[in-house]
């Protein structure tokens, strides 16, 4: 998996921003009905689990909508030290939406009746566990290869040589 390049990375961090932008508009609207005490609306009322997949799902989406920004900078930049910060958001963002997807899980699992919008918000987390997973892999089999080109005084990745944190020459040790 060393040869991932932009050409795969691309498609998949687009996908999954619109996935999380979704997930962001469907949590938003469920979580104000459902705060607005609205669950005899047509696709809020939900069950015990309800309030906390919501809070979940509106988390999950802002980081990993969040996260998705630095891997569309990392994209533009295809350098070793973006490659870190984008890993780095893109496991976070992962960990929180495998939380929102547990508990969407859960909340199919307990049952009850569940509208449409409620029913759609699950699916996007569900799908985005597992497209976020993808690009996480996707994101550290790039961390474990050397594809990036040589920056000035730096050496593969982008980081620089170990040589270049030492002593300067020609400098007295007192």
């Known amino acids: 998996m060393a040869g991932i390049g932009r050409n795969m990375i691309a498609p998949l961090l687009v ?10 508009g469907f949590a938003s609207w469920n979580l104000n009905h459902f705060i607005n005490g609205q669950t005899n609306y047509p696709g809020v009322a ?8 919501l809070v979940f799902a509106i988390l999950a989406g802002v980081v990993g909508a969040a996260s998705k920004l630095a891997g569309i900078h990392h994209v533009r930049s295809w350098r070793g030290d ?3 910060t984008n890993a780095a958001s893109s496991l976070i963002a992962w960990a929180i939406t495998a939380l929102a ?19 759609v918000l699950e699916a996007f987390v569900i799908i985005l566990a597992f497209t976020q997973l ?3 892999l996707m994101l550290h089999a790039g961390l474990f290869g050397n594809q990036f ?14 040589a270049d944190y030492a002593e300067p020459k020609g400098t007295a040790r007192v």
């Open 15 to 24: 996908l999954n921003l619109v996935m999380y932008i979704v997930v962001i």
């Open 46 to 53: 939900g069950n015990g689990a309800t309030f906390y997949f």
């Open 82 to 84: 973006s490659l870190a």
């Open 101 to 119: 997807f547990g508990l969407a899980c859960k909340e199919i699992h307990i049952g009850g009746h569940r509208g449409w919008r409620l029913r």
């Open 134 to 136: 993808l690009y996480v």
């Open 149 to 162: 080109p040589h920056h000035a005084g730096h050496h593969a990745g982008g980081y620089p040589a170990a």
